[in-house]
């Protein structure tokens, strides 16, 4: 049995991630509850209007619109961006595949997963790594990547040819 376009609707509106369908003229025909709660938007606030309208026009053309380009000239676009929604500050992994009307690219098929937590945890995993977590000072093993930072600033320091090791 073929599930209906109800369910359908109900599998991408139950996702934590955004999805969202924008067509080869860079409007907006599907989006999901996550990306309109994310967003402090309705539905029809944001179905039927250009990209530029909901992320503005200099994000649109600096950003947005050359993956858009790509995917439509049938690439997958995959990459990592930090992102302003309202109050929150999070880091994304965007993803843009084309989706084909009777074989023909006719819009892009984008999913955005909320990675802000993962990267806290990663950076958390690094500090505990490179720092003693009773003095918060550098530890033995950064030893290594601060020193080859330094080498490469005294590489390139005309003026500071000065270094000291302790």
């Known amino acids: ?3 209906s376009d109800k369910a359908y609707e109900y599998i991408v509106n139950t996702s934590a991630d955004f999805i969202t369908l ?3 003229s860079y409007i907006y025909e599907v989006v999901n509850d996550s990306y309109c709660k994310v967003l402090t938007k309705e539905k029809e606030e944001i179905l039927g ?3 530029a309208e909901i992320w503005g026009y200099d994000r649109f053309e600096n950003k947005i619109k050359g993956h858009l380009d790509k995917c439509l000239s049938g690439s997958d676009i995959h990459y990592i961006e930090e992102f302003d ?3 929150s500050h999070k880091y994304m992994h965007v993803s843009y595949y084309p989706y084909k009307t009777k074989g023909v690219i006719t ?3 984008v999913f955005s997963h909320d990675i802000t937590k993962m990267g806290e945890i990663e950076a958390k995993l690094i500090n505990y790594e490179y720092r003693d977590p009773l ?3 550098f530890n033995r093993k ?3 990547i601060i020193l080859d930072m330094e080498l490469e ?3 390139r320091s005309k003026q500071d040819n000065l270094r000291a090791l302790f």
């Open 153 to 155: 600033k005294a590489k």
């Open 85 to 87: 929604f309202g109050d």
């Open 135 to 137: 003095t918060g000072l």
């Open 22 to 24: 924008i067509s080869n």
């Open 142 to 144: 950064s030893l290594d």
């Open 107 to 109: 819009h892009v098929l």
């Open 1 to 3: 049995m073929i599930p």
């Open 49 to 51: 209007k250009h990209v």
